[in-house]
């Protein structure tokens, strides 16, 4: 049974830095084919995808947070770490770490956590 | 970035009723196309991939076609467990998008 489930931080101030990590049981980061996925939704808004990364290192982030984001995996200890930096109100977020099947659809999500930016 | 263009934003609806929810992509994205249902302080949890395969443990009500730029969610036969919001995501290019979302609510 896959799980995955997002921990750090709940409040930032602005410029600061995020640091989230995604820890995950029931797969490998280091199996073929698989990838971990960083998606985040506003409160009452869209999903947004952050980044991706995949067993072979492959690492895409969104082109419009690209100089901002960074997306370790630790296949050892099963965890991904997700580093966002100056950090803004408009980041404010429920962060979702998630597992991507066939490179296509996040079948299996964290449960998510809050972040939120203020002074 | 593959724009989504998702219809109609929101829906009401009876238990019963058959419900379709359309998604429009920007550019061409083959059959790379999923569809998620969210409820309120939940994660999304994945209906559909590849445009119209079910995906394990989803009820048969719930079905998706299309290909190219133009997709449909089909709830045959809506059920109380099914009001919530529902988004199309696309993955045949990076980064993925999804749409702005349908919220689906009783009538």
């Known amino acids: 049974q896959i799980t995955l489930k997002e921990s750090g931080p709940t409040l930032v101030k602005p410029t600061q830095t995020l640091t989230l990590t995604c820890s995950f049981s029931g797969f490998s980061l280091s199996t073929t084919g698989v990838g971990v996925g960083w998606i985040r939704q506003p409160p009452g808004k869209a999903l947004e995808c952050l980044a991706l990364i995949y067993w072979d290192d492959d690492l895409r982030y969104s082109p419009s947070l690209r100089s901002r984001l960074t997306v370790t995996k630790d296949t050892s200890n099963n965890q991904v770490v997700l580093t966002m930096t100056n950090m803004d109100p408009v980041d404010t977020a429920t962060y979702y770490c998630a597992h991507i099947r066939g490179g296509a659809a996040f079948d299996i999500w964290g449960q998510g956590t809050m972040v939120t930016v203020s002074s | 970035d593959i724009q989504m263009t998702q219809s109609p934003s929101s829906v009401s609806a009876s238990v019963g009723d058959r419900v379709t929810i359309t998604c429009r992509t920007s550019?061409?994205?083959?059959?790379?196309f999923a569809w998620y249902q969210q409820k309120p302080g939940k994660a999304p949890r994945l209906l559909i991939y590849?445009?119209?395969t079910l995906q394990s443990g989803v009820p048969s009500r719930f079905s998706g076609s299309g290909s190219g730029t133009d997709f449909t969610l089909t709830i045959s036969s809506l059920q109380p467990e099914d009001f919530a919001t529902y988004y199309c995501?696309?993955?045949?290019?990076?980064?993925?998008?999804f749409g702005q979302g349908t919220r689906l609510e009783i009538k």
């Open positions: 590849g445009a119209s």
């Open positions: 995501q696309q993955a045949n290019s990076f980064p993925i998008t």
């Open positions: 550019q061409g994205v083959s059959n790379w």
